[in-house]
């Protein structure tokens, strides 16, 4: 009895280790898109992406930036108070998206503007995505839903 249960815990190991390298290399496969990267604009500014990669991009909408276009085309650029990237978008807007308030842009950097696929914004008064407050506590500029100003 004692031989069957450790024969029966080796293969149960063995079978689980198959298992994991398996998955691992499924995950190494995988194409580069299909892992979505999040930048600031200071990153995006300091080290442009490939026009082939696809990556979020986060930050405050600039005052004064949103330009409306023809249908639903609107252009707007996004800032973390150390660098300001044009955006370029198609397609209908959240209903809570507006200047000053932060989003979050998914797409690709292309010739200078962030050419955007999907544009989130904030969920309520207080809701911004973790990695926007981390990018904007990096500048120092980051003002907490209590109007407060947050440093690092």
Not at 44 to 60: K, M, S, Y
């Amino acid at each position: 009895m004692r031989g069957l249960k450790k024969k029966r815990r080796v293969q149960v190991l063995a079978l689980s280790g198959v298992c994991i390298a398996a998955v691992l290399g499924l995950l190494a496969l995988l194409p580069d898109e299909s892992f979505q990267f999040f930048r600031s604009p200071s990153e995006v500014a300091a080290d442009p992406p490939r026009e082939t990669e696809l990556f979020r991009i986060g930050g405050l909408v600039e005052d004064g930036s949103m330009i409306r276009g023809v249908g639903t085309e609107v252009t707007f650029k996004v800032t973390d108070g150390g660098a300001s990237i044009p955006v370029s978008y198609t397609g209908i807007l959240p209903d809570l998206f507006a200047e000053g308030q932060g989003m979050v842009g998914q797409g690709r950097y292309i010739n200078g503007t962030f050419q955007a696929v999907e544009i989130l914004a904030k969920h309520d008064e207080s809701y911004m995505p973790k990695e926007v407050v981390d990018a904007l506590k990096e500048q120092g500029i980051y003002v907490a839903p209590d109007d407060a100003v947050a440093t690092n």
